[in-house]
């Protein structure tokens, strides 16, 4: 058997690859236009950053991280997330030592070993976001706003737009002992994940996602009935932004996202599908008080968000948003004999130097093999060069889609095409 790749990943090549790009860069652009500056961390980590930040008993650490000793014997982890990374480089960088808010945005492979579906991938691409600084709800709002506005800037219409808040820590503490009383009692019915979350983290188990839909879930104690009041207010004040912003949202009392750090604001925009995609989160994040003290001792709250990029690629490709990417060549350079080739291959670099995008035969000096490659490039232009076309510095070109064809300099190529 040949070589494959790893279950779970995926090549992307030539259009696919593209239309990866082109997802990026137009984050990249909306991120730039909201404050954001990029940030590059490594795609490994000491385990520690991912156990101490994310949660030992999460999904993510027990079950799902890539993780090795190297040769030094250190417990090395590819990155499963990009909000621990980011954390540890604003420590480590003494980012906090710089006035106002501090705005990053990220792009890059993350790795969790997880069951292969539609969208979940074992090595993904995610965008995402962190914003560290005391700036309160009007940030969360706008941060909420700034995911919103993404997927719709990539054209992304079917989504929800779900938030909630888990409240402080003093909230979620007391939330977390009535969880334990009220599944206590019924947790045995349970899938063996929940069993253990009933005394690592109880709320966790509203976001199961093998008992999901089960009456006792829809009927578990609401966090708002424990929220105190800070939080209470808290919450008002981001619901009351968004709500100056025009931006449409539920409030979706079982929103409590699968990791440990979060704190108050949590929110997910949801893609509404007729297919296996349906229920899946294109965008989620939320607030974190506590991750920077617990890591660092540095009393610097954070907040933010991620998107995975193969997600938004299956989205765009259903609804037709990259119906208009052009990948065809603008000018295939055709040489008839060996000198001509010769003059092709200056051309074409020529071309390029300008932006042009210009392919050439490197070996057959046939026309109609040359045409079937020009024609298999899908190219807009063919200029053909032979012998007669060198001895004159000239260049016959054919416009492929209306099919004129015209004489003119070679020194005047580029000018024409431009």
């Known amino acids: 058997m040949g070589y494959q790749k790893v279950k779970g990943t995926q090549d992307f090549i030539g259009l696919d690859a593209q239309k990866m790009r082109l997802i ?90 997880e069951r ?17 600084g005391k700036a309160g709800p009007m940030l969360d709002a706008d941060l909420i706003a700034f995911g919103y506005y993404l997927c719709k800037s990539l054209g992304i219409k079917n989504i929800t737009l779900k938030i909630n808040s888990i409240g402080d820590s003093s909230s979620r503490n007391n939330y977390s002992k009535a969880l334990k009383e009220y599944f206590g009692g019924c947790i045995d019915t349970f899938c063996e994940d929940c069993k253990k979350r009933i005394n690592a983290n109880p709320l966790r188990i509203l976001d199961c996602k093998v008992d999901a839909g089960r009456e006792e879930i829809l009927n578990a104690p609401k966090l708002s009935s424990f929220l105190n009041q800070e939080s209470i207010d808290y919450f008002n004040e981001v619901k009351k932004y968004l709500d100056n912003l025009g931006i449409d949202y539920v409030v979706d009392e079982n929103l409590v996202r699968g990791l440990d750090y979060y704190t108050d604001t949590v929110f997910e925009c949801i893609i509404n599908s007729d297919d296996e995609l349906n229920g899946l989160a294109v965008v989620g994040g939320g607030r974190y008080a ?129």
Request: hydrophobic share 35%.
């Open 24 to 113: 990026q860069d137009k984050m990249a652009n909306v991120a730039r236009c909201y404050g954001f500056e990029e940030i590059v961390t490594p795609i490994m980590e000491n385990t520690e950053v991912f156990v101490k930040s994310v949660g030992e008993t999460t999904d993510v650490v027990t079950k799902e991280m890539y993780t090795f000793l190297d040769k030094g014997g250190r417990s090395i982890t590819l990155r499963p997330e990009g909000t621990a990374a980011i954390a540890r480089s604003y420590l480590e960088n003494k980012m906090y030592g710089e006035a106002g808010i501090k705005k990053l945005y990220y792009v890059g492979p993350m790795f969790r070993y």
């Open 290 to 418: 506590n991750m920077l003290y617990d890591m660092g001792k540095v009393d610097v709250p954070g907040i933010g968000f991620a998107i995975g990029l193969e997600r938004v690629k299956l989205l765009m490709e259903k609804e037709g948003l990259f119906d208009n990417l052009d990948n065809s060549t603008e000018v295939f350079l055709m040489g008839l004999d060996e000198e001509s080739k010769v003059v092709t291959l200056n051309l074409a670099n020529k071309l390029r130097e300008k932006g042009i995008k210009a392919e050439l035969d490197y070996a057959s000096m046939s026309m109609k093999s040359q045409f079937k490659t020009a024609e298999r490039l899908n190219a807009k232009y063919i200029a053909i060069i032979g012998e007669e076309e060198r001895l004159n510095n000239k260049v016959n070109l054919k416009n492929t889609l209306t099919k004129e064809q015209i004489t003119i300099s070679q020194d005047d190529l580029i000018k024409y095409i431009k």
């Open 116 to 132: 292969q579906q539609a969208g979940r991938y074992r090595q993904f691409n995610q965008f995402g976001v962190e914003v560290y």
